[in-house]
């Protein structure tokens, strides 16, 4: 069974009222294919939800991931994401996209979905983190949102 881990953004989706279409596609991948894949979530991610100001909302997200394995927050993670940013496969100011890659990438985990187009859900993202992953002896990962996923 292949590995998935999700970002702050997935979960959120489900429980977001202003983006409709967003929330629906988020739901049916939710439904669909959520019992396909290992899913894991990481304490960056908690620690983004746990952030919100809504408590309702804050309380249903974090319900919703609940049962899901939590990946600790490692030195060798971080030590990943500040060579991310290093050769500019990320910018400065995105340390914790940088930092959910690395975790993801660390576990070796197959798939990392999210919501973000501005940084990660990009494939000249995957491509750069792809070339440098394999020259540095780290593993291949499959960037992508809930729209344009495909098993």
């Known amino acids: 069974m292949k590995s998935l881990y999700l970002?702050?953004?997935?979960?959120s989706a489900c429980c977001e009222?202003?983006?409709a279409e967003r929330r629906k596609i988020t739901l049916q991948w939710w439904k669909k294919e959520i019992n396909h894949y290992r899913i894991v979530v990481s304490q960056l991610t908690v620690e983004e939800i746990k952030a919100l100001k809504t408590e309702k909302k804050r309380e249903d997200i974090l319900s919703l991931i609940s049962k899901f394995p939590i990946l600790e927050i490692?030195?060798?993670?971080?030590?990943?994401a500040n060579r991310y940013i290093q050769e500019k496969i990320f910018p400065q100011n995105s340390y914790n996209d940088a930092l959910?890659?690395?975790l993801a990438v660390t576990n070796r985990?197959?798939?990392?979905l999210?919501?973000?187009r501005a940084h990660i859900v990009k494939k000249e993202v995957e491509r750069k983190?792809?070339?440098f992953n394999l020259?540095?002896?780290y593993p291949r990962i499959t960037i992508m949102s809930p729209d344009k996923f495909t098993r």
């Open 7 to 11: 970002d702050a953004s997935i979960p």
């Open 17 to 19: 009222k202003s983006e």
């Open 74 to 80: 490692t030195s060798l993670a971080e030590r990943l």
């Open 100 to 102: 959910h890659l690395s």
């Open 109 to 112: 985990i197959d798939i990392f």
């Open 114 to 116: 999210s919501w973000d």
């Open 129 to 131: 983190i792809n070339a």
């Open 135 to 137: 020259i540095s002896g």
